[in-house]
DNA sequence: TTAATTAATCGTAATATTGCAATAAATAAA
DNA sequence: TTTATTTATTGCAATATTACGATTAATTAA
């Protein structure tokens, strides 16, 4: 009831599933936006760039913490934020091999 | 206040964000991973091979038709779904643009 | 030390999602 | 027509997510 049943799918779909959720949210995919731009990284900035409080910024930065994608220096008062690259290749390629999981020339209905 | 603001957001974001949702969760995952196995397409045996209730998977699968992912075919009592092909790449090649949208070699912190 | 600045956390409210039983709808078979 | 089969829809209940004000924590500057 409500609650997603995790134990009765594979480790690589719940994984899938996982990342995914990381860009579900367009404020995160905005956030990841303004990571890739400035190749310096940007702190709160964030706040004033995208249109939302910060509280609910800190909360998706810390959600794409969790997952992985990016990760967080202390400078000063502020924090810089940025891509892990690491994890982002190693992201980037399990989405990529699920999504070239189809032969894209076959259509069966 | 627990609404996504999405018109704080570019279209892109939003894109990006609506279609990672349809692989947001283990049960559509599962779904496209059957798919892709049987390259004929199964239809209420999704339900059997799948642990969830009838309606349940029903709706996931509505979700996906929504997003223009799968596609489905009346046959007699049954419906035989499939990977809609077309939009499955299309899909994919914006993901995997917005993915390779950062430069793999900075690390910035 | 005190004030200012910045980010994280807490508490709360509202909406969204997930899941299923029950029912409806549509077709096929008898 | 009646019955079976299969899928969609409806109507809940429970959990998850989103958002923000208020507060806390940590550091810097005065």
Known sequence: MGVTKT???TEAQNEIA???KAFAHPARVAILHHLFKSNTCICGDLVDEIGLA???ISQHLKELKTIGIIKGN???TSVCYCIDTENWTRIKNTITA????????????
Chains 1, 2 share one sequence.
Do not use: M, S, V
């Open 7 to 9: 134990e009765i799918f």
């Open 18 to 20: 996982t990342l995914a």
């Open 54 to 56: 910060q509280a609910t």
């Open 74 to 76: 202390i400078e000063g």
């Open 98 to 109: 699920f999504l070239d999981n189809h032969p894209t020339n076959i259509n069966c209905c």
